[in-house]
């Protein structure tokens, strides 16, 4: 059984590899869903939630974000145009330089959201709590539980795919077919 969770395994990596390895223009993208408009958020309710972002440490997730999409444009370029390596390197360095702090972006974005989905005092009421004893505390213990959530949530579907696998054998077997 532990073949099978590795062939799994392995079957999401070659999955996951081959939609990344295919080039930007080749990939057939369903038309975006227009984002949800936004409430505006008062100058106080923005601030508040900046400083909830920037607490829970929010521009780790994007930190990386210009740079990681121009090596992934540089990639998929670079598949469709293998003589062209020397320049698509050149051009990246380029190209992350002219937009590097665009990632900022994101940051003033969930500000927004936060801003549109919370009250000014609602905004300023996660602020208190966060500067409390226990919300110092979610902070630095929930990226660990949040990791070991995930990492539970895996072994459980692991487990499981096992469990679903030996019953279509057994289902399979009773049939007269073996797989």
Do not use: C, H
Request: charged share 20%; hydrophobic share 45%; proline share 5%.
């Amino acid at each position: 059984m532990t073949k099978f969770s590795r062939m799994l395994s392995a079957a999401g990596l070659a999955l996951g590899l081959a939609l990344t390895a295919v080039p930007a223009g080749a990939q057939q993208k369903p038309p975006a869903a227009p984002a949800p408009a936004l409430k505006e958020g008062t100058p106080a309710a923005m601030a508040a939630a900046r400083e909830i972002l920037t607490m829970k440490n929010a521009g780790a997730m994007y930190a990386n974000a210009v740079p990681g999409i121009v090596l992934q444009t540089k990639e998929a370029l670079l598949q469709a145009n293998l003589n062209y390596q020397k320049d698509l390197n050149e051009v990246a360095t380029i190209v992350a330089q002219s937009l590097a702090g665009r990632e900022k972006e994101i940051g003033e974005g969930m500000a927004r959201v936060y801003a549109s989905e919370f009250s000014e005092q609602e905004l300023k009421d996660l602020v208190t709590f966060y500067k409390s004893p226990l919300g110092q505390k979610l902070l630095a213990t929930e990226p660990r539980a949040i990791q070991t959530s995930m990492s539970f949530m895996n072994q459980w579907a692991q487990a499981f795919a096992e469990i679903v696998n030996a019953q279509f054998r057994a289902e399979m077997r009773k049939r007269g077919k073996e797989i």
